[in-house]
């Protein structure tokens, strides 16, 4: 996890998205009176930004036969991934969280404490759920191709659920939105908390999608054959 933080705080590039995914919404709290913490917006430009290429850089770079040439296990490198990710991307929402509640206390129009809490629990939770997605793309296809496929399978399942929708085909329409649901997991808190009684199929969804997504990314990663000698 500490190599993957130092190569992504080395990287001008991600650096760059990183502060203008923080700035721009940092502005709408600015500029736009009575606009919340809605304005924030939500974790996945800083999944992306962080994650992408978090498994297949390594495969394209040959780190992965130095590492696994040490005594490093398949799974632990996978896991390890995601949390890396995971932890960078939840960190970056909390300090944007940080500063719009500074910006929001100069103007005294500070949300709830737990509207607050709810906020950020549910940024880092979309951040676990969606680094897990992504170790699974980048397990299958080299460099930063993940990207790549995580876009064709977000656009391809927006497109069954518009066809869905103009049809009146419910089952389409059904289909297009738990495909949507299972590349965007994750868990409304607001509505689980004040829902009685609470609704489990949101966190099972969840809890699964993550689950089964870690399991295929190392099934993945230990069938890939790697040529020391190259």
């Known amino acids: 996890m500490a190599a993957l933080w130092r190569q992504r705080l080395t990287s001008p590039i991600r650096l760059v998205l990183l502060g203008s995914l923080m700035g721009m919404p940092l502005?709408?709290?600015?500029?736009?009176?009575?606009?919340?913490?809605?304005a924030l917006g939500d974790s996945q430009g800083a999944v992306l930004v962080l994650g992408a290429g978090m498994i297949g850089q390594d495969v394209s770079s040959g780190v992965l036969q130095l590492l696994f040439a040490r005594p490093v296990r398949r799974p632990d490198y996978v896991v390890s991934r995601w949390l890396g990710v995971a932890i960078?991307?939840?960190?970056?929402?909390?300090?944007?969280?940080?500063?719009?509640?500074?910006?929001?206390?100069?103007?005294?129009?500070?949300?709830?404490?737990?509207?607050?809490?709810?906020?950020?629990?549910?940024?880092?939770?979309?951040?676990?759920?969606?680094?897990?997605?992504?170790?699974?793309?980048?397990?299958?296809?080299?460099?930063?191709?993940?990207?790549a496929l995580y876009f064709l399978f977000t656009l391809s399942a927006s497109v069954v659920h518009w066809v869905g929708q103009v049809k009146q085909w419910p089952w389409l329409d059904r289909a297009g939105s738990e495909i949507l649901a299972s590349l965007q997991p994750k868990l409304d808190l607001a509505q689980l908390v004040h829902a009685s009684p609470m609704p489990?199929?949101?966190?099972?969804?969840?809890?699964?999608?993550?689950?089964?997504?870690?399991?295929?990314?190392?099934?993945?990663?230990?069938?890939?054959?790697?040529?020391?000698?190259s």
């Open 88 to 147: 960078a991307a939840s960190a970056v929402a909390l300090v944007q969280l940080g500063l719009a509640l500074a910006l929001m206390a100069a103007r005294d129009s500070l949300p709830g404490a737990q509207d607050v809490f709810l906020y950020a629990a549910g940024r880092v939770i979309e951040s676990f759920g969606l680094a897990a997605v992504l170790a699974l793309f980048s397990s299958l296809i080299p460099g930063f191709g993940d990207l």
């Open 200 to 229: 489990w199929f949101p966190i099972v969804s969840y809890a699964s999608t993550v689950t089964l997504c870690l399991a295929l990314a190392i099934v993945a990663v230990n069938r890939k054959e790697l040529s020391y000698a």
């Open 27 to 38: 502005l709408a709290v600015v500029f736009m009176h009575g606009a919340g913490l809605s």
